[in-house]
């Protein structure tokens, strides 16, 4: 996966969502469901094919998860810390984007 | 329960993923499914039906998607056929009303195509889930006495490795009291052992428990899976439970396991209990001994390597002995002769017994034909939807293929279209088979008596529901995508293409059209036969008011024995459920018309009647006391009831009907006549004096109709059996409220009794459940199918007319009246429909000999059945030809003309 590129909303939002710590399968889909108000169809198909793509990609890996665990949740998964610089480029990409608009950020402040 | 259980319906998705990602993500991906199921499931059914349509359609995505290769860099959708389904997913998007008419008559066509696949599998092509049902053989043709059974069973493995015999049956678990009655057998101990079959608790019985009056444990039972949770617990403790069957005390030392239901498919045998606890009620024991009293069937399983063919022969040089030592008492020379050379063979039996699959299997495979006619119109229709899309969409297509598609890519995503489409409504038809099927069990049973039918999806209807999905998918989906084919990159080029000149008369859409119409034809003739045969038999005579009358059948068994005791107990019972406020009248019968048993006798040929053969001399039987014929409001034509004069030791007498006087006396002059017959005993014939003659009645069913019945007062009997049936007439013609009185009357009246109470309109209704359930699905898919030709014309004549439109346009210009144009486009409708209903006068003329068994009250080739239909179906196609072409008419030709 290239780094150089904007992450597709999906991916962005299962990034998000593993933020903050690690997480199972479904956490992850409803945190990215409640992240983007609906907005990213986060349906379980296209979920685990973006998450196994994140995977390969080496910015997402499988974590021990608690150890009294419901085991039907199944795998836990945390960021990597290529996945923590690959969300940290997306967000310098996004602050110069919206610094871009008009009324912007940087235009506020020279107002 | 739900439509599918999500465990299941998840496991399905997941195969559309390849094993590594399975691997790797399975766990996570049910839990997902499984609580999304549950969010959707508590919005209602249209928005779970929605979730599975997605997600289904996001397992076929993915999944293929998953299992090619990825390119480097591969987070972007590569793999062409990904495109080619995320393009079709968006184009069935763009139209949500085509696509949901699609799916939904899909799911429908599907749907019942499968839930009647299921019937058939669970009663004629599964085999019995028992160990190597290949093996098993039943003695072939119906039932054996318990004699040759012995005479089998002793010899047994000298012919085949092992073998049992059973009967299926009603058993009563009441003691005394109105009846309850369970499905259940009667078995040899051999049974489980032969069958291979394990208890699932305790112990099931075995040869030491199948002695006379019972093994070291006494009498024993063993119960189905079902029985024990229902009535009995479903705990340890049901072993050592005790239970009467049919009056004789048993006890529990079993269960069976739960997808054991028996032999007989259709009917679970709840209760299970070796042929010698018969011994233990005087009555019965008769069964074990009787040499002309054929109950049971022998089942064998044969040697590893052995066929049938060997089996019969050694069962045949068996044969001689076992007859010589069964040969039946009083029997005829010439019956003892036809005995004793009639062959002993077997059959094959892996499929188990059905008295349901003999009586239904006709009519399924009718309706299974019906629906899958049902399914080809519907598919047709789709046919036509897609054509008529991929015509309008002929301009993208071109400027595709413009920029260098190849027309494989197109016909490829067209084609994606189709498949997504079959796919939806295959796992929605899954759906509604689970639903429909159970709505038709439900049909099938009768009164009393319930049917179970395992109608899990097992691999056959899986491959049965993809198979036909496939075959719609290929049926409405190839044509569009052959159409591309026909298009060439210059209409990119033009502008839209406004062709003033007509389309192709025999297009494909028009074949189509045609092909609908003929089938929808043959479904509503047939619809017809069977809506009008079910009328007829409902509204034919019975020759008895049905009405107004209830049913008592009581058994009085060993408990009430010899001749007088027994006749004065019944008589006692009828003046008991006279007397009850509200009852008109009440009177005995040993038979009631319209009931499962049955009963004739040969009258002994005189000049008259030496013509006729032995079964035209057989009239049927019923004996009543004086009184019967005024219960059941019949008319005595000539002569007199039976009264206190007709005493044992006196004349005997008998009242017959109409038929009988005409079939056995010249000019129907019988009364005062005498006829000799063995009626009620053991050869030789007496003679009997026809005191009265009654108008005719139905005796077995109204499809059977009148014919010759002789009827005998009870008083004379000498050897009355321990049932009787008390037949009560409502005062107020509403018998079931009577019921209530009724039985604690007669328990009262006779505490020594069981018995069980109906109303005898419910037994007429139950005589024609079969037509009715033809009827009803006949009906409902002959409309079916109208409604589908309907749209599938006014799809054709409405895409006619927007392709004409310019041409209409200056026609009108030119002095074309509104009149002319609907003529104009209602002649070329008319023409289809012709052309269709020609097809499909022809094909339901040959069509009906495959229902000819089912149709009563007129002949199959109806004239006006033919007809009407014809008619009908001419009228809704131009009805639906009328809407476009009035549309057509409206056409201002300015505006058309300006657009050129």
Known sequence: MDMSEPLKPAALHILLALADGERHGYAIMQAAREQSRGAVPMRTGSFYRHLSQLIDAGWVAEAAGPRDDDPRRGTYYRLTPRGRDALRAERARLVTLLDAFPGGRRAARKA | MGPIAPDRWTGVLLRCYPPAFRARFETGMRDALAHDYAAAQARGTLALAGFCILSFADAVRFGLAERRPRRSGGFSMSSLFAVDVRDA??????????????????????????ALFSILNSLVIKTLPVRDPARLVVLDDGSWTNPIWEQIRDRRQQIVEDAFAWSATRMNLSPRGETDYVEGAWASGGMFKVLGVQAAVGRVFTEADDVRGGGPDGPVAVVSHGFWQRRLGGGADVVGRKLTVDGI?????????????????????????PIGALANDPVQARMLTGRSTWWLEVMARLRPEQTIGDANAALE???????????????????????????????????????????????????LGVVAAVLVIASANLANLLLARAVSRRHEMAVRLALGASRFRLAKQLLAESAIVAGAGA????????????????????????????????????????????????????????????????????????????????????????????????????????????????????????????????????????????????????????????????????????????????????????????????????????GWFGTYGMRLLEGRDFDARDARGGERVVVVNLAFAHRFFPDGRALGEIVRTSLAGPPPALAYRIVGIVNDSVYTSPRAGFAPIVYAPLSQLEDPSGDIVITARAASGEPDALSRDVSPTVARAEPRVTFTIRALSSSVRASVRQERLVAMLGGFFGALALALAAIGLYGVASHSVNQRRAEIGLRMALGANPAGVVHLVLSRLGMLLAVGVMAGLALSWWAVRLVDTLVFGMQPRDPFTFVAAAAVLMGAGLLAGWIPARRASRIDPVRVLREA
């Not at chain 2, 005390?249 to 209990?273: K, N, Q, S």
């Not at chain 2, 009639?342 to 006709?362: D, I, K, M, Q, V």
């Not at chain 2, 192709?504 to 609908?516: E, K, S, T």
């Open chain 2, 89 to 114: 997913l968006r184009s069935l998007r763009a139209t949500p009303v085509v696509t949901l008419i699609a799916i939904a008559s899909l799911a429908l066509g599907i749907g019942a195509n499968t």
């Open chain 2, 249 to 273: 005390p048993v006890t529990v030392i079993g269960v069976m396991p739960r997808e054991f239901f028996g032999l007989d498919v259709g009917r679970t045998a709840d209760i299970v209990v």
């Open chain 2, 317 to 367: 040089r068996m044969r001689p002995a076992i007859r010589e030592a069964t040969l039946p008492e009083n029997w005829p020379a010439e019956g003892l002769k036809q005995y004793m050379t009639t062959p002993l063979t077997f059959r094959a039996a892996s499929t188990g017994e059905s008295g349901l699959r003999a009586s239904y299997l006709t009519p399924l495979k009718i309706v």
């Open chain 2, 427 to 626: 796992v929605l038809g899954l759906v509604v088979a689970r639903w429909a099927g159970a709505l038709l069990v439900r049909q099938l049973a009768t009164p009393g008596r319930g049917v179970t039918l395992d109608l899990s999806l097992d691999w056959r209807v899986m491959a049965f529901t993809i198979g036909v999905a496939a075959a719609a998918a290929l049926l409405f989906g190839t044509a569009p995508a052959f159409g591309v084919s026909r298009i060439s990159p210059q209409h990119a080029l033009k502008d839209r293409s406004r062709t003033v000149t007509g389309e192709r008369a025999f297009g494909l859409r028009n074949v189509l059209v045609a092909v609908q119409v003929a089938l929808s034809l043959a479904l509503v003739v047939g619809a017809a036969l069977f809506v009008r045969t079910l009328t007829a038999l409902t509204s034919a005579p019975l020759g008895f008011d049905a009405g107004p009358l209830l049913v008592v059948n009581v058994d009085a068994g060993s408990r009430i024995t010899g001749r007088d005791s027994r006749l004065t107990a019944f008589e006692n019972l009828r003046q008991a459920v006279a007397a009850v406020p509200g009852v008109a009248s009440a009177s005995l019968s040993v038979l009631t018309p319209i009931g499962s048993a049955r009963w004739n006798t040969e009258i002994e040929p005189t000049p008259f009647t030496s013509g006729l053969t032995r079964r035209q001399r057989a009239p049927w039987v019923n004996i009543v006391s004086p």
